[in-house]
């Protein structure tokens, strides 16, 4: 069980502030700290945000691990505090000890703070044993929890100020975020276990799969799991002849694009650029079309990136983080999904897969002006509910998606149809004649 929060900070556990408005109310003094608090009850979060704000933080929130992750993809933060319970009835903090697993998996110099119910000292040992920096104990005081997250995060400066490890670090207020290959898929987990064993070994790897679906990404994480991340990798596309000038000067990772549309003789003159001291990430649509001796340079391992379509509810978790960093990009409110559109993103399979999808939500999070996207918004409107397209002209399976969305829009709008047209971007008689064609 979760254990209520008390927020009965007196004045004087209260941090100092740095200023007064000329309104009398405390001022928050503006540290360049980011904090990322993770947890599912609201009470909390919000009684939180004020807390760090009045200390000079920002706080961003996160209701459980799928937003966290998401928004750990977006920017870096400073110190992490996770709860260790998100399931209702749920207090065995394995959910939380899995989510630290992977953030630290993910970002070895991640700082984590772990909250604990107070007898929940078994749970904050296994924290720390699995890579947390400190824990804190409910109910706690603010002032204790801030002061203890503020020094969590000088001994993470420190630290990155030392001489570098096997994995170094920058700085965390220059580095970029690491980088995070979202999806909660069997397929997913999978692939980030096998860049967590490849990566910091010296083979030669081939990331293949469709177009889009993420192969520079995990050539990336690749890259970041490596003894040479703290470098940047040299790339080099194959196709462009002036950019095999790059490889002579390649230092690290080397992250190749498309060695298998090289013919024969090209792959023989690509083996005898390849610097020998060079980590080779490679690039391809398959590992077949490579010769014996490039393959076995290029390709001990093959890691393949599954298709977004083979990848269950990731498109969903994917559309929700797309949103998410094009509504931070475009200084737009946080959009939600609407059932149909929801429906409609679990049934389509994208042309361009992950960068299909993120350039559909990106148009609906622009164009949308109520803070939703209803799948009329999805939809290119050579698609969308078009009585001529065909699934092999689009990929979209009009007859489950659009039962589907059909289905998603009449339950979301309580059975009015006139609203559930409107949603679907479809006349009323033009959904009565669907229904009647679905038997709905
Ligand atoms: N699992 C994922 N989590 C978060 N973002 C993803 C994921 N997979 C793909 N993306 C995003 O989708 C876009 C396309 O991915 P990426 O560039 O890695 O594809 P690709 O397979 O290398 O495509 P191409 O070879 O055609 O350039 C990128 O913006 C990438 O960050």
């Known amino acids: 069980m979760k254990q209520p929060f008390t927020s009965g900070a007196r004045a004087s556990d209260r941090p100092a502030v740095d200023a007064v408005s000329a309104n009398g109310r405390p001022q928050a003094a503006s540290s360049d700290r980011a904090i990322l608090l993770i947890d599912d009850n609201p009470s909390v979060t919000q009684a939180l945000a004020i807390a760090f704000r009045m200390a000079g933080h920002a706080l961003d929130t996160a209701a459980g691990p799928e937003e966290a992750f998401s928004r750990l993809a977006l920017r870096r933060y400073d110190a992490i505090l996770l709860d260790m319970n998100f399931t209702a009835g749920e207090a ?10 992977r953030i630290v998996a993910e970002d070895a110099g991640a700082r984590v703070l772990v909250i604990t119910a107070h007898s929940g000292i078994r749970i904050a040992v296994a924290a720390m044993q699995a890579g947390a920096c400190d824990f804190v104990m409910k109910p706690w005081r603010n002032a204790e929890l801030i002061a203890k997250v503020e020094a969590a995060i000088a001994r993470g400066a420190a630290a990155a100020s030392m001489p570098a490890g096997p994995v170094p670090r920058a700085p965390a207020a220059i580095a970029a975020p690491p980088v995070r290959l979202l999806g909660d898929s069997a397929a997913m987990q ?30 990336q994480a690749i890259h970041a799991a490596s003894p040479h991340a703290q470098g940047e990798p040299t790339r080099v596309d194959l196709r462009d002849p002036a950019a095999w000038d790059r490889l002579d000067q390649a230092r690290g990772t080397l992250i190749l694009r498309h060695p298998d549309r090289l013919d024969a003789v090209a792959q023989a003159r690509l083996l005898d650029r390849i610097p020998a001291t060079a980590r080779c990430i490679a690039i391809a649509d398959g590992s077949a079309a490579l010769s014996p001796a490039l393959r076995r340079r290029l390709a001990t391992v093959e890691v393949a990136v599954p298709p977004l379509d083979g990848r269950g509810d990731d498109a969903l978790l994917l559309a929700r983080h797309f949103a998410r960093d094009a509504a931070a990009r475009f200084g737009r409110q946080e959009v939600r999904l609407s059932m149909a559109a929801e429906a409609l993103l679990a049934t389509t399979v994208w042309p361009d897969e992950v960068r299909g999808l993120a350039l559909a939500i990106e148009r609906a999070v622009l164009l949308s002006t109520d803070g939703r996207i209803d799948a009329a918004a999805l939809a290119p409107p050579s698609v969308a509910l078009a009585p001529t397209a065909t699934a092999t002209e689009t990929g979209f399976d009009l007859s489950d998606a659009e039962r589907a969305m059909i289905e998603a829009a009449l339950r979301e709008h309580r059975h009015n149809v006139t609203h559930a047209a409107t949603a679907l971007g479809l006349s009323r008689g033009a959904l009565y004649r669907r229904m009647a064609r679905y038997g709905l």
């Open 92 to 101: 065995s903090g394995e959910e939380g000890l899995a989510c630290l697993r």
């Open 190 to 219: 999978a692939l980030r276990d096998l860049v967590r064993r490849v990566g910091p070994t010296a083979a030669g790897v081939t990331v293949t799969g469709r177009p889009g679906s993420g192969r520079m990404l995990t050539a």
